[in-house]
T-cell receptor
Framework: AQKITQTQPGMFVQEKEAVTLDCTYD???????LFWYKQPSSGEMIFLIY??????QNATEGRYSLNFQKARKSANLVISASQLGDSAMYFC????????????FGTGTRLTVIP | DTGVSQDPRHKITKRGQNVTFRCDPI?????LYWYRQTLGQGPEFLTY????????KSRLLSDRFSAERPKGSFSTLEIQRTEQGDSAMYLC????????????????FGSGTQLSVL
């Protein structure tokens, strides 16, 4: 069964500092994809970054990077140089071969950026 | 480039009434998904369409729920005889792909319809 765990209900970060949001996952499929989405108060889920299970390098997209540790089954999101607009809910999600039609989400972490 | 749009943004209804939500995906996207998100939780998969065919339904989709995607364009999600437990955000997402869904398929979401059942 798929499982995504986000253990941090809320995080605070000072503006311009970096922050790491934790995500661990569980799957028995060797092929899977890991995603991070941002959900501001408007409700829309915004795609941030993707990591494939066979990717050799950690994914990066601008200020977002994914710290992928396959043996530990973790896929932490690192946001560098935090901005006030980064305040939002952040969701880790996974899609594997068994449940390919379903992007399975964690419970999310609420990030607050302090000026 | 318009994104996924959902209508209405908010819906308040009384228990027992029927409600219908609409989703317009990104125009060239052939796949459409419905998710439900309750307070403090991540979105949960409800159903999936490839073009006009509904290919998968979650066990969360009780017989009071029905989704359609006529002509493979917009989709509607209807809830009959609403219950207070149906109160949630209903999110629609779309994607473009060939063959079956793949593990790297990125979904584009709308802003959702917030349903409150009194």
């Amino acid at each position: 069964a798929q499982k995504i765990t986000q253990t941090q209900p809320g995080m605070f970060v000072q503006e311009k500092e970096a922050v790491t949001l934790d995500c661990t996952y569980d799957t028995s499929d060797p092929s899977y994809g890991l995603f991070w989405y941002k959900q501001p108060s408007s409700g829309e889920m915004i795609f941030l970054i993707y990591q494939g299970s066979y990717d050799q390098q950690n994914a990066t997209e601008g200020r977002y990077s994914l710290n992928f540790q396959k043996a530990r089954k973790s896929a932490n999101l690192v946001i560098s140089a935090s901005q006030l607009g980064d305040s939002a809910m952040y969701f880790c999600a996974m899609r594997d071969v068994t449940g390919a039609n379903n992007l399975f989400f964690g419970t999310g972490t609420r990030l607050t950026v302090i000026p | 480039d318009t994104g996924v749009s959902q209508d209405p943004r908010h819906k308040i209804t009384k228990r027992g009434q029927n409600v219908t939500f609409r989703c317009d995906p990104i125009s060239e996207h052939n796949r459409l998904y419905w998710y439900r998100q309750t307070l403090g939780q991540g979105p949960e998969f409800l159903t999936y369409f490839q073009n006009e065919a509904q290919l998968e339904k979650s066990r969360l989709l009780s017989d009071r729920f029905s989704a359609e995607r006529p002509k493979g364009s917009f989709s509607t999600l209807e809830i009959q005889r609403t219950e207070q437990g149906d109160s949630a955000m209903y999110l629609c997402a779309s994607s473009l792909g060939t063959g079956g869904p793949t593990t790297n398929e990125k979904l584009f979401f709308g802003s959702g319809t917030q349903l409150s059942v009194l």
